[in-house]
């Protein structure tokens, strides 16, 4: 399997960190959302921004957060695009908007024990997998 695609990687304290940053669509966003939502524990997603979508880029990532309707989990997001997520899903579930990759990983390190999953989705262009490397170091 090619790696940044649904990788599992061992966190912090017992943490689960799962990398599926390789790519993504809005379908395959809502295929993240679905499986964080059916894992146990603290839930943790962080969506950025999914590249060439066009004209309609602002319709497709506010369709994403509307799919957090009824789901419980904790939303970061971080991007131009991905804050119409963040303003979407903030009227169904905890959601944080971040400026930086850098301020997401500092958020999420006093957080990661056993028990909790984070899963980071976005385009590859957004190289969430920064933020896994800081969250590591």
Known sequence: ???MRMEQINGPHGSLLINDAYN???TSMKAAIDTVENM?????IVLSDVLELGPDEEAYHREVGKYFEGRHMTVLT??????YIHEEAAAFTEAHHFEDKAAIADYLKP???KGV????KASRGMELETIIENILQ
Not at 40 to 44: E, H, P, S
Request: aromatic content about 8%.
């Open 1 to 3: 399997m090619t790696g």
């Open 24 to 26: 993504a669509s809005p």
């Open 40 to 44: 146990t524990g603290d839930k943790y």
């Open 78 to 83: 971080v991007g131009s695009a991905a804050k």
């Open 111 to 113: 957080r990661l024990h």
């Open 117 to 120: 999953s984070v899963l980071f």
